[in-house]
T-cell receptor, first 114, second 114 residues
Framework: DQQVKQNSPSLSVQEGRISILNCDYT??????FLWYKKYPAEGPTFLIS?????DKNEDGRFTVFLNKSAKHLSLHIVPSQPGDSAVYFC?????????????FGTGTRLTIIP | DAGVIQSPRHEVTEMGQEVTLRCKPI?????LFWYRQTMMRGLELLIY????????DSGMPEDRFSAKMPNASFSTLKIQPSEPRDSAVYFC???FGRGYNEQFFGPGTRLTVL
């Protein structure tokens, strides 16, 4: 049973426009959420995170929004650049329970069109 | 820092053979994680260690899979006997300390079982 879901396998966005990647989760015990970015033939790299005590976290062109009542988070990239083309994974943890386990979604492949 | 090192990068073997994947975590990190990536299930945690001790192996698919961490700088994931459905990319990751800490991933081992 997928506790973290990324329902869009792929997304194409024009360069300079906003990219919005979505993620839903089912386990209400998750209290920390992360986004990882993955290029081909490389391991995932950490991008941005958010704790459940916040509803927004911003880092440069990347902003993550958390809606706890809807069990939904999204990653916004503004403006989108060709180097942003990659697979993006959403992940969740029960950090306050001392659990280091990350539960990942299946990923969304983002393609930025020049 | 060299980052997380995995070997081999690619492994092709025949069904029934033993496969051993290797990982060297980042020096000083006390957590080590083994993940498997497939198209259908995304990134799945197989097992993780803290200070060389296995903490959660609930993701190990079956008895054919085993993992060891004999010291702080080395871990192995063994599949014996291997089956075609084990074909996937296997990632090792490491992190330091408990809590809201980033996991650093290696480049992965692409395993193909014929």
């Amino acid at each position: 049973d997928q506790q973290v879901k990324q329902n869009s396998p792929s997304l194409s966005v024009q360069e300079g426009r906003i990219s919005i990647l979505n993620c839903d989760y089912t386990n209400s015990m998750f209290d920390y959420f992360l986004w990882y970015k993955k290029y081909p033939a490389e391991g995932p790299t950490f991008l941005i995170s958010i704790s459940s005590i916040k509803d927004k976290n911003e880092d440069g062109r990347f902003t993550v929004f958390l809606n706890k009542s809807a069990k939904h988070l999204s990653l916004h990239i503004v403006p989108s650049q060709p180097g942003d083309s990659a697979v993006y994974f959403c992940a969740a943890r029960m950090a306050n329970f001392g659990n280091e386990k990350l539960t990942f979604g299946t990923g969304t492949r983002l393609t930025i069109i020049p | 820092d060299a980052g997380v090192i995995q070997s081999p990068r690619h492994e092709v073997t025949e069904m029934g053979q033993e496969v051993t994947l290797r990982c060297k975590p980042i020096s000083g990190h006390d957590y080590l994680f083994w993940y498997r990536q497939t198209m259908m299930r995304g990134l799945e945690l197989l097992i993780y260690f803290n200070n060389n001790v296995p903490i959660d192996d609930s993701g190990m698919p079956e008895d054919r899979f085993s993992a060891k961490m004999p010291n702080a700088s080395f871990s192995t994931l063994k599949i014996q006997p291997s089956e075609p459905r084990d074909s996937a990319v296997y990632f090792c990751a490491s992190s330091f300390g408990r809590g809201y800490n980033e996991q650093f991933f290696g480049p992965g081992t692409r395993l193909t079982v014929l």
